[in-house]
């Protein structure tokens, strides 16, 4: 290319100092030319651009080319579904990039004092603290009053993104920025992320008072309303109720006589006598996680059980979805008069025996409770087994333990036939109108 000698704009416009202006001014790179980028996106043209290409998008009967084609339909169709979302909910494309970092509270990232007055502090500030170092050196370096080489700066921004990057995430960069002693860093997303993060932890899985932990075992003597306490879950879930009627009924004089009759339950049987006068009327609520329904918590009598186990009715399990291999069950005391009669005239479990979802009864034997059923109701007191030994109609003894006697009477002859049973008093009826040999 030749330049005309006499136009100094073009001279200038090539010549280096030029070259850098323009670059200054026109060229960009990182996330700035990111952000440009997305900010120049018209996403209803991007939508109708996408639709029109997808319907010229048509089947060549190559099959490799058919899958490249396909490949790309579902491509444009992932583009128009996330353009449509932006849309709706009014989200800007280049929100994506950060331009002012947020910063936590101080109550999140703490600073403690301990014994000597050492001062311990939150690993968060440390990258806090590396963020506003440099991007404090790029800012002075960007000072009008101050020409600094451009390598230089783009040095610096690489280093104030890096800084960033940890502090959101400290393995994002491969290997974790780690301290003097060499400890990881603790980045914002590990703060928030996972079971122990701020919103798992604090805003959603939060202790409860009034509350209990076990594992559950079957009750075979409970009623379908009650459910088995052990007597330390019960001695600190009631433990307010026990105080307070220990000293109404005058065998305690304050709060910490009371305590300390609690604390000798062992000596002191009055205090168990008390407990469970205070559970007679209280009922609690038992939830097993996950609660997917209504029927995943339910309200129970207590009973005062020994062990550290909550015993459980076994036809209240399919409620819970619960069996008896090692599950665990949580149990709620409700405390105000109000929460009691909602527990009692809502959730009781002998009130919620159908499905709320599609009406089936819900507290229906199954498994090894048919099977228990089955053999305490057969007519055989000898059990099952002695069918297949019963070969003499006529004699009630087991033919397996009697079969080397004499026989004496020549009408009496063995056979294959087994002793009949009937499922109900119809089907006995039924046999005898047809006179079967059976009844005699």
């Given amino acids: 290319m ?3 000698p006499g136009n100094t704009a073009f ?3 090539f010549s280096t100092q030029g ?5 200054n001014r026109e060229i960009m790179a990182g996330a700035d030319a990111i952000r440009e980028q997305l900010a120049d996106l018209d996403l ?12 010229q998008l048509a089947d060549v ?3 490799s080319e058919d899958i490249k084609i396909q490949i790309r339909k579902n491509f444009l169709v992932r583009r128009m579904g996330l353009a449509k979302h932006f849309l709706q909910t009014n989200i800007e494309p280049e929100w994506m990039i950060l331009s002012f970092l947020p910063v936590l509270p101080p109550e999140l990232r703490p600073i403690i004092q301990i014994d000597g007055g050492k001062l311990i502090s939150s690993d968060i500030n440390e990258l806090y603290r590396r963020v506003i170092s440099r991007n404090n050196l790029l800012s002075n370096l960007l000072a009008p009053s101050i020409s600094s080489d451009r390598d230089v700066v783009i040095s610096q921004v690489k280093l104030l993104q890096e800084a960033v990057d940890i502090l959101l995430d400290t393995g994002v960069r491969g290997e974790p920025k780690r301290d003097g002693y060499n400890k990881v860093y603790k980045s914002f997303s ?16 939060k202790r409860v008072d009034y509350s209990g932990r076990s594992v559950i075992v079957v009750g075979p003597s409970l009623s ?3 459910c088995g306490l052990p007597r330390e879950i019960a001695i600190e879930l009631f433990q307010t109720f026990l105080i307070r009627d220990l000293i109404r009924k005058h065998f305690a004089s304050n709060t910490a006589t009371a ?3 609690i604390k000798e339950r062992e000596k002191e049987p009055i205090v168990w006598e008390i407990l469970q006068e205070v559970m007679q009327g209280h009922p609690v609520l038992l939830n097993r996680a996950p609660t997917l329904h209504r029927l995943g918590i339910l309200a129970f009598q207590p009973i005062l059980v020994g062990g550290r186990a909550i015993c459980l009715h076994p036809l209240v399990c399919k409620g819970f979805n619960a069996d008896f291999d090692g599950d665990q069950m949580a149990v709620h005391l409700p405390l105000s008069l109000e929460a009691q009669a909602e527990a009692r005239l809502l959730m009781f479990s002998h009130i919620n025996l159908l499905s709320p979802a599609i009406g089936d009864p819900i507290c229906v034997p199954t498994q090894d409770m048919l099977i228990g059923l089955y053999v305490l109701t057969i007519g055989n007191r000898r059990g099952i087994c002695a069918n297949r030994y019963n070969r003499n109609k006529y004699n009630p003894y087991n033919c397996k333990n009697y079969q080397n006697q004499p026989v004496d009477n020549k009408n009496d002859s063995y056979d294959t036939e087994k002793e009949p049973y009937f499922s109900s008093s119809y089907d006995a009826l039924g046999a005898y109108r047809q006179k079967k040999n059976w009844f005699r």
């Fill in 190 to 205: 590990d703060i928030i992320g996972g079971k122990e993060g701020r919103f798992r932890e604090t805003l959603l899985g």
């Fill in 19 to 23: 070259f850098e202006t323009f670059q």
């Fill in 11 to 13: 001279q200038f416009f």
């Fill in 44 to 55: 209803r043209i991007l939508i109708e651009n996408s639709l029109v290409e997808w319907n």
């Fill in 259 to 261: 305590k300390r009759q």
């Fill in 61 to 63: 009967g190559n099959e």
């Fill in 224 to 226: 379908l309303h009650q």
């Fill in 2 to 4: 030749k330049s005309n």
